[in-house]
């Protein structure tokens, strides 16, 4: 029992363990090879961080749950990405146009209902079906796109509003707008994963699916709720970024579901379901911004930003399987 | 006995569900476009999908072995970027550039062979994970720029994407050929067999003296060996390549050998079944195309189509439309 404790020390501190060795390491890696003056441990430098994270992070506390429940969304870049063009081409509808202002605020609304709207057809599919939600969201990850590329070609849609820009840089203390959605966001998913009856369902869901059936969980309104969530989060994500930044790619986003899922497992979410944590994920968001962000520091390029993440998100499932297994008598085959 | 034959029809229709789908597909769409079935067209279409059909064809393997590859599209990026820059180097040229290609792709597919297999990691995250490292590594090898061919007058290579012997074009005769192979090794050789048998339920296979990592290890052989060569196609075919000319085509082959049948929880699906997958990928584009609607429709009917093939594969196993979930 004693060591089941201590085993779980170890599994949950890691991700903490793990941002603090790569702040000493970027810390005083940076006073050697880093052509910049400032030091890596900055305040600036960290507010900064974590306005970039937020993007990634507001997702991935979407695909926590999504994840804890069994299931995965591969579709959150296209979601990412329409939303983005309804946000900003949408401003320039005439009646909106006539609005002056006031068409902010509708805007996100129109672009936050194009998520949840998303994420309900994912949701009513895996309900409806019984496709595994890996096939679905991935058919409407070509789907979404495909939809993105209908709406304005190859083109980009820019719309630039500079008292929504101004709301996007606005700070409380030095922390900007996205940081505080995505701090925002984190606590209250916390909060309903860990204290209220659908988080606790969401982990039943996830375990154990004919349980759940039995004790009267209705697992498919369940997942269909969270489907919505994560494309409304999806659509939060993409509101933040590009109140502040006013021009869309067709191709952005791309990726970004697979940032998520990596930025989940680093935090300690099972891909079977059952287990994991928002406060994991939100380690997990921070590692690899953290080591995006170092590596650069000291002069690294994308390349082997690329290479070490991949690399290191194979050594933590190394290592989980090695902390799992062990005292577990597990039958060897 | 009429009925019986029928009812063996009717089973079969069942079965070959999406043989019929893309039957009737063909014959519709030819006799309202009859260009749509032209001898150039047939060949045009089969051409562009044989770069996806050649990874689609190692991935059978993977899937049906019970694994996902989520790095094929990274790793052929890998693949193209580096034997076009062995091929620029003097000390190899295109004699060496090929075969030292292969190797390192399949020394990489040998990797996450080993991972999945031997150290029994998820080959989900781990193939993510080798998604971005080897995007690192072709990032580096290239050092971001583009890779060309200076003189393309002067070198045989472009043979492998541009050239054609007997009127058929090479790129289909090696996706032919190559699905001819794979598809007798995984039918009627006790290897296929094995494959099964791992995906299919993989501790009653170890009990039976399967040794099931290697047998999984071989399927990322298999899987990486098809990426070098549809890299070498699209390398040929272009004299060049960009560091992302893979990117994202993971998930499109992912779905052509879902569409084609095989069940991602492993043991099921055939060579055969996966190129009627990626034909019907191929065709619907082309349709598409033909009918003069925009290119990225084409996106959201293979969503469409996709979720239908799937539905229905599984409605008709359960003997239900719609699922059981409460």
């Known amino acids: 029992m004693k060591s089941d404790n201590m085993s779980n020390l170890i599994k949950n501190g890691a991700i903490w363990g793990f941002i603090v060795l790569e702040l000493i390491f970027f810390q005083i890696a940076g006073e050697f090879w880093s052509l910049s003056e400032r030091a890596f441990m900055d305040l600036d430098n960290m507010l900064l961080l974590l306005k970039q994270s937020a993007p990634i992070g507001i997702i991935a506390v979407g695909m926590t749950v999504i994840m804890i429940n069994g299931n995965i969304d591969l579709s959150v870049g296209a979601t990412y990405a329409l939303c983005a063009i309804v946000m900003l081409d949408s401003m320039s509808w005439p009646f909106m146009e006539s609005l002056g202002d006031w068409a902010i605020p509708l805007a996100w609304l129109f672009a936050l209902l194009t998520g949840a709207v998303l994420g309900l057809i994912n949701g009513i599919i895996v309900w409806k079906t019984g496709v595994d939600a890996f096939i679905v969201t991935l058919g409407s990850m070509l789907g979404y796109r495909g939809l993105v590329f209908m709406y304005n070609g190859e083109n980009p849609t820019y719309h630039l509003n500079w008292t929504m820009v101004d709301i996007a840089e606005w700070d409380l203390f030095g922390v900007e707008t996205p940081a505080l959605v995505f701090l925002a966001v984190a606590l209250i998913v916390w909060f309903v994963m860990t204290r209220t009856v659908h988080g606790r369902n969401a982990y039943a869901v996830g375990n154990n699916r004919e349980a759940a059936v039995n004790a009267a969980i209705r697992v498919g309104p369940h997942m269909l709720i969270n489907f919505v969530l994560i494309g409304f989060l999806a659509a939060l994500s993409a509101v933040t970024f590009y109140s502040g930044s006013g021009s869309v790619n067709p191709n952005d986003g791309m990726l970004f579901e697979l940032w998520a899922i990596t930025a989940v497992v680093l935090g300690g979410t099972k891909l079977i379901g059952g287990a994991g944590s928002i406060v994991g994920t939100f380690g997990g968001v921070i590692a690899i911004q953290l080591l995006r962000k170092g590596l650069g520091h000291i002069g690294a390029d994308t390349a082997t930003v690329n290479l070490v993440i991949g690399l290191i998100l194979i050594a933590v499932l190394f290592l989980d399987r090695q902390l799992n297994v062990k005292g577990k008598e597990e039958l060897k085959v | ?326």
């Not at chain 2, 476009?33 to 067209?41: A, E, G, K, Q, V």
């Not at chain 2, 584009?285 to 429709?297: E, I």
């Open chain 2, 1 to 326: 006995m009429a009925e019986k034959n029928l009812d063996a029809v009717g089973r079969f229709l069942a079965r070959q569900g999406i043989l019929v789908a893309f039957v009737l597909f063909m014959v519709g769409f030819s006799l309202w476009n009859p260009r749509f079935i032209d001898i150039d067209n047939v060949f045009g279409v089969i051409r562009s999908s044989a770069i996806l059909g050649v990874m689609a064809l190692g991935v059978t393997f993977v899937v049906i072995g019970g694994n996902l590859d989520l790095s094929v599209g990274s790793l052929m990026s890998f693949s193209a970027i580096v034997v076009l820059d062995l091929h620029e180097n003097p000390a190899f040229g295109p004699f060496l550039a090929i075969p030292v290609m292969f190797a390192m792709t399949m020394a990489i597919g040998a990797l996450i062979g080993f991972l999945v297999g031997y150290l029994r990691l998820n080959s989900l995250i781990v193939t993510l994970g080798m998604l971005s490292a080897i995007h690192g590594l072709t990032l580096t090898w290239s050092g971001g720029q583009n890779m060309d061919i200076a003189n393309q007058d002067a070198t045989w290579f472009g043979v492998f994407g541009r050239g054609t012997a007997l009127g058929i074009p090479i790129p289909v005769l090696i996706f032919g050929l190559l699905a001819a192979v794979l598809a007798i090794l995984l039918a009627k050789t006790p290897f296929g067999r094995k494959v099964y048998a791992v995906g299919g339920n993989g501790t009653a296979a170890t009990f039976s003296g399967i040794p099931r990592a290697r047998v999984v290890f071989f399927t990322y052989l298999i899987s990486s060996f098809c990426v070098a060569t549809a890299g070498l196609i699209q390398a040929s075919r272009t004299m060049g390549a960009q560091n992302t000319v893979g990117q994202g085509m993971e998930l499109e082959v992912l779905a052509a050998v879902i569409l084609g049948g095989a069940s991602l929880l492993g043991g099921s699906g055939t060579v055969f079944k996966t190129v009627i997958g990626v034909l019907i990928l191929g065709f619907i584009q082309n349709g598409l195309l033909l009918a003069g609607l925009q290119f990225y429709v084409q996106f959201v009917v293979t969503w469409v189509i996709i979720i239908l093939a799937v539905w229905l594969d599984i409605a008709t196993k359960r003997g239900k439309l719609w699922s059981a979930i409460a």
